[in-house]
């Protein structure tokens, strides 16, 4: 790890001098100052902190996994491991043509049901809109529920890729990450879903380590016990 | 100033008190980040024979509805005692005692936490003390602000506490409570170390205005040494005590 | 507790197809209880303590022995009350403020198991009769919440009151007087060991983790004395149990309890 990046605790300084400050950060005269634990990077004219704890904060276009919690004859509500709870109207899954009289919202989704679903709008005024008509999206059938930490996404991702292709390919495993820090595996295999829920928790409980990769290779290609 | 005990000797004549301790001497401190497993974040902490554990949850959605902000997220605390904390068994319905600690640790820790990224919710900090020596509302302070920052609350810095007091006519640090019981004065600090700021201050008892002065620095020090081991408690759980 | 957590399906789903074939999602049997660990002596201030955890469930149990004064019709007789909370940093869909019905169901249960087992001779807990007794209070407090609180706090409690020292008192000038350094171990007469077992489909489980929980549809706690008798039991949830199960659960309590109250024994005579 190059000498520009520092680990953080609220207050810390992170560097002084004209950068402008960007996630995770705050200026303070010509201090900058982290405001979460993480890992702080310095670039050419901008300093932001990455962060290892904390709650997931919805993005537009965040490909997540939600939990339905409940719902009323319009919609349904979400559980997508936020400070906000998702909304899901029910013309996202039954069409413009929706009628409230005729159509039973429990027939497509029930309580307790996973879905993959997209941030389609969010601002400071209303809960996250999600949807589920797309492409890869909807009502998810089989496998298990990992959590991680939301902040170690990045890093369950690894850089283009590589992290969660690693896991993939030695496990059989199909991993579907939400930015939420949901993860949902299946695996036709018992022990390559053990495997691969066990590297992604090693990849959460280790995400400040600079080799991890090698670490979670060597992990996935030991025989035996898991 | 009830139950002096003429046979205690609070300050000898080598500047020792009556726990053994130099006037500028904490008690013994031991902080741990982490811990429960449903909280969002959680820390212990070990002041003395006081023994807190503090939860964090959120910042989550706001019930009752009314008690939301369209503009920030709240802050809430509740500081509790079990009934076993204390000698005599203390009722379990919250005392008006806890009610106003729970106030002043809230708005210890409110110029430290930044909630406007998160308006309509809460974020909710349980403190528990399971038992209790004196010095309760500056270990639970604390703990609160290292399981705020393992919660992932943004926070413009930690804030940490710890009392500083008047006993046998000297100025010391960390009035235990033998001290508290036949001492002169009680002045419990919360401090915000990067940004300089005191954001609790209470005192119960006598002190001239230089006494004041010299109460007030001795317990600024005293929150830096606090400071220190908050942050080894983060350090161990996030960085493995690999510090940079 | 948990009463507003909805589990998700692949796991309800991964629950009842591992049941078909008599296995459970921690892999445990179904009549295996999960580690249990029992610190005692958590709270030194407190008269006796113990922290308990049943795998992620953790409870602090205090007892307080201190003179109080006898209930009118029960005047040749000490007091035992046991109490339950569920602190709020244990999960978050706990509330603060009143107790809830299943948190006051908690607290009654585990003290009804202790209490019919006639664990604490309370009758050698005078001091003056009609005047003054000994009460003893035992607080179970709910720190982390893994399902199967009726299990944790009975056996944080009877861990608590196992390794308390009860101090004396003598009735002088028409008051209780604290006697110095006559302290004692409480008159135990039995160990008492409740085994809660849930109901999922037709399968009955001991020691029920969240998860199950969540999804089982009903649920008997069964306590047992140190004879192997049963002295307390209660049946919750909203399906029943046929005869036949509810005579299995009997005869599993009794077996369970057995192998947990060795347990309690130990920590008893680690007190001592």
Known sequence: MDNKRKYVIPGDLVTTGPFRPEQNVILEGNKIISTTIGISEIYDDSVKVIPLTGKYLPKIDDLVIGKVISHTSLSWELDINSCYVGFLPAQDVFGRDFSAHADELTSKLKVGDLVAARIANFDRTRDPLVTISDRDLGKIDSGALVKISPSKVPRLIGKRGTMIQTIEMATNAAITIGQNGWVVVSCESPEGLLKAKKAIQMVNEKAHVANLTDQVKEMLESKGES | MGGRDATMVLLDENGIRCDGRKIDEPRRIMIKAGGLKNADGSAYIEFGDNKILVGVFGPRDVHPKHMSNTDTGILRVRYHMEPFSVTERKNPAPSRREIEISKVIKEALEPAVMLEKFPRTAVDVFIEVLQADGGTRCAALTAASVALADAGIPMRDMVAAIAAGKVADTIVLDVNNEEDQAGQADMPIGYMPSLKKITLLQLDGILTPEEYKKCVSVGVEGCKIVYELQKKALHNKYFGNRDD | ?272
């Open chain 3, 1 to 272: 507790m948990a009463s507003h957590t909805v589990i998700d399906e692949l796991k309800r789903t991964q629950i009842l197809e591992l049941l078909e074939q008599g296995k459970r999602v921690d892999g445990r049997a179904l009549d295996e209880p999960r580690e249990i660990t029992i610190e005692t002596n958590a709270i030194p201030k407190a008269n006796g303590s113990a922290r308990v955890h049943i795998g992620d469930t953790e409870v602090i149990c205090g007892v307080k022995i201190q003179p109080d004064r006898p209930f009118p019709d029960t005047g040749d007789k000490g007091l035992f009350i046991c109490t339950a909370e569920l602190l709020p940093l244990s999960h978050p869909t706990v509330e603060t403020g009143p107790p809830q019905p299943h948190v006051i169901e908690l607290a009654r249960v585990v003290d009804r198991g202790i209490r019919e087992s006639h664990m604490i001779d309370v009758s050698q807990l005078v001091i003056k009769k009609d005047k003054s007794v000994i009460g003893v209070f035992a607080d179970n407090v709910v720190v982390d919440y893994d399902g199967n609180l009726f299990d944790a706090c009975s056996y944080a409690a009877t861990a608590a009151l196992l390794t308390s020292k009860t101090p004396k008192w003598d009735w002088v000038d028409d008051k209780p007087t604290l006697v110095e350094g006559e302290d004692s171990q409480l008159p135990i007469s039995t160990i008492p060991v409740s085994v809660t077992m849930g109901k999922i489909g037709n399968h009955i489980v001991v020691d029920p983790n969240g998860d199950e929980w969540d999804i089982m549809d009903a649920r008997v706690t069964i306590t047992t004395d140190s004879d192997g008798n049963i002295c307390a039991l209660q049946k919750g949830g909203f399906d029943g149990f046929t005869q036949d199960e509810i005579i299995q659960c009997g005869e599993t309590s009794v077996r369970v309890g057995a192998k947990i109250r060795e347990k309690l024994k130990a920590v008893q005579q680690g007190g001592q």
